[in-house]
């Protein structure tokens, strides 16, 4: 038996089973069959070794050993780093403030992509590593677009869940204003007309795996109905289970005198967050329930109250969607039904502004209104039938984060993934070693 299998028994033939074994199963999962051609540049990497792949190993091209085994590396390094960012896990960064305090400005993150399904890029000519500009430029982009493929969502672990934490590209993320890349091109056109923007910036049109990566917590999957009353969120009608971590902003009047930074610190309360009038003795501070029981507690302030959007007509030109007949803002919101895949909706002149970019720009339809008659593709119609599936989400910060309530909804196109754990925190405002919040490093994330 010994002499047998040393007989047949072939370390290349079992490399190049395990390794075609594998390839085969993704090829399965991507379903695209073309692929499996594939199969004999393994048989000759392994077996036939008919095409010198590793063509800088050939004789004379590079001599020196320990180089061409560097090169060997980092081909290998990239490929593989590339395969596993794609398909399963990425890191991201927290830059801004809206997930506080569930996420921490200086959290890093590992998004995982296998959880709802690795979306396939749509446009594959890209820099390595690289999101949409060059590593030391500002403008270069880091994409050709010669190919545009079609969205395509791979099979995954779960379907996206109410409470999730989620990485998406932003939706108005479509048009930027090069000269203000935090804002939203379509806030500005609405502030100064969209002939103005025009004229007088720079503007880049970027495809949806291309745009800026954001995160928040879903508030609402397709069917739910979102409303917000007094700041406080309603999905169906059931108020929503507020983890400790969410905050509001809040009024506190002091006796004139000021809070005491080692105070502020004690109680983990960025310098940043930290609005202080000293004329009017008050502060203007995001805090969860904990801190505000805190800081009412303190000596010299008088009171804590909760900051709250009155005003019915505030948000017509900065909360979706933008019309008068939806007199919302951030603080009293709705009712709003989340669309989804097959869901068949009645269209009005009324409830249009809703489902308008829905319709015509991720779902690529013309529509047209014509003596108060709806036309999609040319068609007179009262109803829509949606093609994909659509969430809300909010940001933990809810008065300090831009979120659904200002840009309407996320298409399922637009996931890129989950996040699931926190690898790293570090502190802005503190110096190493001490900016290290070891406490947050390997936490998962609620």
Not at 114 to 132: D, E, Q, V
Not at 229 to 251: I, K
Not at 280 to 291: D, F, K, N
């Given at each position: 038996?010994?002499?047998?299998?040393?007989?047949?028994?072939?370390?290349?033939?079992?490399?190049?089973?395990?390794?075609?074994?594998?390839?085969?199963?993704?090829?399965?999962?991507?379903?695209?069959?073309?692929?499996?051609?594939?199969?004999?540049?393994?048989?000759?990497?392994?077996?036939?070794?008919?095409?010198?792949?590793?063509?800088?190993?050939?004789?004379?091209?590079?001599?020196?050993?320990?180089?061409?085994?560097?090169?060997?590396?980092?081909?290998?390094?990239?490929?593989?780093?590339?395969?596993?960012?794609?398909?399963?896990?990425e890191a991201y960064s927290i830059p801004t403030s809206s997930?506080?305090?569930?996420?921490?400005?200086?959290?890093?993150?590992?998004?995982?992509?296998?959880?709802?399904?690795?979306?396939?890029?749509?446009?594959?000519?890209?820099?390595?590593?690289?999101?949409?500009?060059?590593?030391?430029?500002?403008?270069?982009?880091?994409?050709?677009?010669?190919?545009?493929?079609?969205?395509?969502?791979?099979a995954g672990l779960s379907e996206v869940k109410n409470n999730?934490?989620?990485?998406?590209?932003?939706?108005?993320?479509?048009?930027?204003?090069?000269?203000?890349?935090?804002?939203?091109?379509?806030?500005?056109?609405?502030?100064?007309?969209?002939?103005?923007?025009?004229?007088?910036?720079?503007?880049?049109?970027?495809?949806?795996?291309?745009?800026?990566?954001?995160?928040?917590?879903?508030?609402?999957?397709?069917?739910?109905?979102?409303?917000?009353?007094?700041?406080?969120?309603?999905?169906?009608?059931?108020?929503?289970?507020?983890?400790?971590?969410?905050?509001?902003?809040?009024?506190?009047?002091?006796?004139?005198?000021?809070?005491?930074?080692?105070?502020?610190?004690?109680?983990?309360?960025?310098?940043?967050?930290?609005?202080?009038?000293?004329?009017?003795?008050?502060?203007?501070?995001?805090?969860?329930?904990?801190?505000?029981?805190?800081?009412?507690?303190?000596?010299?302030?008088?009171?804590?109250?909760?900051?709250?959007?009155?005003?019915?007509?505030?948000?017509?030109?900065?909360?979706?969607?933008?019309?008068?007949?939806?007199?919302?803002?951030?603080?009293?919101?709705?009712?709003?039904?989340?669309?989804?895949?097959?869901?068949?909706?009645?269209?009005?002149?009324?409830?249009?502004?809703?489902?308008?970019?829905?319709?015509?720009?991720?779902?690529?339809?013309?529509?047209?209104?014509?003596?108060?008659?709806?036309?999609?593709?040319?068609?007179?119609?009262?109803?829509?039938?949606?093609?994909?599936?659509?969430?809300?989400?909010?940001?933990?910060?809810?008065?300090?984060?831009?979120?659904?309530?200002?840009?309407?909804?996320?298409?399922?196109?637009?996931?890129?993934?989950?996040?699931?754990?926190?690898?790293?925190?570090?502190?802005?405002?503190?110096?190493?070693?001490?900016?290290?919040?070891?406490?947050?490093?390997?936490?998962?994330?609620?």
């Open positions: 038996m010994k002499d047998f299998f040393r007989r047949f028994y072939k370390p290349a033939y079992a490399s190049f089973a395990i390794v075609a074994v594998l390839y085969v199963l993704w090829v399965i999962w991507i379903e695209n069959f073309w692929l499996l051609a594939g199969l004999i540049i393994i048989f000759d990497l392994f077996i036939s070794k008919k095409v010198k792949w590793l063509f800088w190993k050939k004789k004379g091209v590079i001599k020196n050993r320990i180089t061409a085994e560097l090169i060997d590396a980092t081909i290998f390094g990239i490929i593989t780093a590339t395969f596993i960012r794609l398909f399963f896990i997930m506080e305090r569930s996420l921490l400005v200086g959290d890093y993150l590992f998004v995982s992509k296998i959880s709802y399904g690795p979306k396939l890029p749509s446009t594959p000519l890209s820099f390595p590593f690289a999101h949409h500009t060059l590593p030391f430029t500002s403008r270069t982009p880091a994409y050709l677009d010669w190919i545009r493929l079609p969205y395509k969502r791979l999730d934490v989620i990485v998406f590209n932003f939706p108005e993320g479509d048009t930027m204003v090069l000269q203000y890349p935090d804002q939203s091109y379509y806030a500005l056109v609405r502030q100064y007309g969209r002939e103005f923007i025009h004229e007088e910036f720079d503007l880049v049109r970027r495809p949806v795996d291309k745009r800026e990566n954001y995160i928040k917590r879903v508030a609402g999957i397709p069917g739910d109905t979102i409303r917000i009353t007094g700041s406080r969120l309603y999905v169906n009608s059931v108020p929503e289970v507020q983890n400790g971590n969410m905050q509001y902003d809040y009024f506190v009047q002091t006796d004139g005198s000021e809070i005491e930074d080692s105070l502020f610190r004690e109680l983990d309360i960025p310098e940043p967050d930290r609005r202080f009038n000293p004329g009017r003795s008050l502060y203007e501070i995001p805090l969860t329930t904990y801190l505000t029981g805190e800081i009412a507690s303190l000596s010299n302030v008088l009171s804590v109250n909760k900051y709250e959007n009155r005003n019915p007509y505030s948000g017509i030109h900065t909360i979706f969607p933008y019309d008068r007949n939806f007199p919302w803002n951030e603080d009293n919101f709705g009712p709003l039904l989340v669309p989804g895949r097959d869901m068949e909706v009645e269209l009005t002149i009324d409830n249009l502004p809703v489902y308008h970019r829905l319709i015509t720009l991720y779902e690529e339809n013309d529509l047209t209104v014509r003596n108060n008659n709806i036309f999609i593709n040319g068609v007179k119609t009262s109803t829509y039938c949606f093609r994909m599936d659509y969430y809300f989400v909010l940001g933990d910060n809810r008065h300090n984060s831009a979120d659904s309530r200002f840009w309407g909804f996320v298409p399922e196109d637009h996931i890129v993934g989950k996040a699931v754990l926190i690898w790293l925190s570090l502190d802005n405002d503190n110096k190493f070693p001490e900016n290290i919040r070891w406490e947050r490093m390997f936490k998962s994330i609620d």
